[in-house]
């Protein structure tokens, strides 16, 4: 298959935004609001934002998506319903941190568990019989892994900004600072590490097997196209191998993993989260690729 470009931007910006939302409100229920809290509202609505954006760009007659919106078994719908009710909890979000009143319980464990859900409903709606490649549940976990890492990491980078910016205030009080830096103080982060790294290896060694997941079929060439050789799965596999364990998993999920263990070891989440977060974009761009230069038929006509 064709690289859709606008789809991973879409599946790579709204995972992220979904993860740093997420992280945001795990550090809300931990008691953790600090400064950064608002800096990283806004990044993941603007992350959410660019994403649905790029989406559009994938059709060629972007008007006709609304078609698919009155069906509730569609995975369109389903993540439009899911990115809705998102939006309509950073609102809320939004309105408590600007009253200076802390973010309930309440809303910080919804807004957790709908994090999870968009990443969740969105990697679904990809899941298909057709393309064996996809047809997993390690992909969403793959994605959740994703998450798991780049919220995280961001949300640190963001807190850790603030509280340096609150330590050089002398009208700033000594227990705010601490309530920034303390929050996920790099636990977060390295489990979320942790987890990325689970995930994409596993998904990587599901890819690497799915050669043997598609129909045998008596043609060299598609009958339909008469004049186009039929897809060598195994080939096409063993094409994407260095591509996917050197992008994905050790540069995507290793790097991060490494990064994040030595940022809580030293404290400079300036040098070691921002190599963290730059590889894990990469690695999640990497996946995708690989995702999609595999997302043949299960026919291997095309």
Not at 168 to 193: F, S, W, Y
Not at 211 to 222: I, M, P, R
Request: proline share 4%; net charge neutral; hydrophobic share 60%.
């Amino acid at each position: 298959m064709e690289l859709q470009w606008p789809l991973i931007i879409f599946t790579t910006l709204v995972a992220w935004s979904a993860g740093l939302f997420g992280a945001q409100a795990l550090a809300a229920l931990r008691g953790d609001g600090g400064r950064g809290q608002m800096a990283s509202l806004v990044a993941s609505a603007v992350l959410l934002a660019v994403g649905g954006i790029a989406v559009f760009f994938h059709l060629e007659h972007w008007e006709r998506i609304f078609n698919g919106f009155g069906h509730i078994t569609s995975g369109i719908t389903q993540e439009l319903i899911a990115i809705v009710v998102v939006v309509a909890l950073m609102v809320v979000y939004f309105v408590f941190l600007r009253k200076g009143s802390g973010v309930p319980k309440w809303l910080a464990a919804l807004s957790l568990a709908m994090s999870v859900v968009l990443v969740a409903v969105m990697a679904h709606s990809y899941t298909m019989a057709a393309r064996p490649a996809w047809d997993s549940v390690l992909w969403i976990l793959a994605v959740l892994g994703e998450a798991c890492v780049l919220g995280p990491v961001t949300y640190q980078l963001l807190a850790s900004a603030f509280s340096t910016m609150a330590a050089g205030d002398p009208g700033e009080q000594p227990a705010m600072r601490a309530a920034d830096v303390e929050g996920p103080a790099g636990l977060i982060p390295l489990v979320g590490a942790l987890v990325n790294a689970a995930t994409a290896a596993s998904f990587a060694a599901f890819l690497q097997l799915s050669a043997g997941s598609f129909a045998t079929v008596g043609y060299y060439f598609d009958p339909t196209h008469p004049t186009k050789a039929m897809a060598d799965a195994a080939a096409t596999v063993a094409g994407q191998a260095p591509l996917l364990w050197a992008g994905a998993v050790l540069v995507g999920a290793l790097v991060p993993l490494v990064a994040c263990f030595l940022g809580r070891k030293s404290g400079n989440w300036k040098l070691w989260g921002t190599l963290a977060l730059a590889a894990a974009l990469i690695g999640a761009v990497c996946l995708r690729v690989v995702f999609y230069n595999l997302g043949l038929s299960v026919f291997m006509f095309y």
